[in-house]
């Protein structure tokens, strides 16, 4: 049987990282699409490197996608790469934009000219139910999005399903809700909590700097989620999933129980600044994952306090090894 190849845009982040990881599991040939840049930053995938295979490509550029699927003639795409932090998307909406979402026609159209067998994941987001108009959110709900980065992603989710009802390809999109790790960026506000819990118990810090401490979130474990993404891609229909916990969780039940795992009361170290609130809040996002259950069969494995103290034990390593 021929060895099933993929390619992954966004090898290099959370997710692509952790995709990686299943793919080579599943016995796959994987790829990733890397751009060119004067700073490498593989430390995700540095064990993995010998194991896959990087080739340069970007999402700006319409021919270098079009050149890397002649060369390695992929089964299936996961496009996992965008200008993916939130607060950026509003100093960088252009660069979002282009990255985010006319990413998404770029390979798409790749695929259309290449070959239409190929099949196509696209990343979207909760971030794209913004200003929620229901709630749980599922695949039916509105959306209202509250940011550049969402704006964007509701372009590159509705394309997908514009190119699968229009040129019949096989192309899926993911709804996932916020999903952490311990390879999660250290701007995102998840990472900030775990790794500064971990700086001050170190005596490494004094405090920690945060926006909304009442925003809402459904927050679940990268590791699961990518199973979700592979999961759908096998389906014999292409259809769109919300994969979610269906928990909600603010961003102070977050530091509680990350400074509880290092013996500290957050209350004494969390200070708000007024700085990093976005220009238009998300207060509440929690998903109904109800259709991935039925059709995918899919569950969630890792529960909200075991990720958090999972990221918390991590960067306690982290940190321990720099000193």
């Known amino acids: 049987m021929t060895q099933r190849r993929a390619l992954i845009t966004g090898i290099t982040g959370q997710d692509g990282s952790y995709l990686a990881e299943f793919l080579l599991e599943k016995g796959y040939r994987v790829y990733g699409m890397v751009r060119r840049s004067s ?11 010998d194991r896959i295979e990087l080739r340069e490509g970007d999402l700006l550029d319409q021919l270098s996608i079009i050149t ?7 089964h299936e795409i996961y496009n996992l790469a965008a200008q993916s932090f939130v607060p950026t998307s509003w100093e960088q909406p252009i660069l979002t934009s282009e990255a985010t979402a006319l990413g998404v026609t770029r390979m798409l159209e790749a695929i259309r000219v290449v070959d ?40 590159g989710h509705y394309l997908t399903v514009n190119y699968r009802e229009s040129y ?19 701007q995102f506000v998840s990472r900030k909590i775990t790794l500064g819990a971990a700086a001050i ?13 009442d925003a809402k979130r459904d ?42 795992r290092v013996g500290l009361d957050w209350a004494k170290y969390v200070v708000v600044d007024a700085t990093h609130v976005r220009p238009a809040e998300v207060d509440l ?38 000193r």
């Not at 930053?41 to 993995?48: C, M, N, P, T, V």
């Not at 749980?136 to 550049?148: D, V």
């Not at 019949?168 to 250290?186: D, Q, T």
Request: proline share 4%; hydrophobic share 40%; charged share 25%.
């Open 285 to 322: 996002l929690i998903g109904d994952a109800g259709k991935a259950r039925r059709v995918l069969g899919w569950r969630q494995k890792v529960s909200f306090r075991e990720l958090v103290e999972l990221m918390v034990d991590a960067d306690l390593r982290e940190l321990h090894a720099r």
């Open 68 to 74: 890397l699927l002649h060369a390695i003639e992929p």
């Open 219 to 260: 927050w679940g474990y990268a590791g699961d989620y990518v199973d979700a993404m592979w999961t759908m891609m096998q389906q014999s229909t292409p259809d769109d999933f919300v994969i979610a916990t269906g928990e909600t969780h603010t961003v102070r039940e977050l530091c509680q129980i990350a400074f509880a």
């Open 201 to 213: 118990k170190l005596g490494l810090a004094t405090e920690l700097r945060l926006g909304n401490l």
């Open 168 to 186: 019949g390809l096989h192309a899926v999109s993911g709804i996932l809700f916020n999903h952490e790790s311990p390879r999660r960026g250290r």
């Open 116 to 155: 239409r067998s190929i099949r196509f994941y696209q990343a979207s987001s909760s971030e794209m139910f913004g200003k929620v108009r229901e709630s749980p959110q599922n695949e039916k709900t509105p959306f209202y999005p509250r940011s550049p980065y969402g704006v964007a992603k509701v372009y």
């Open 39 to 49: 700073s490498d930053h593989f430390e995700r995938i540095a064990h993995l490197e």
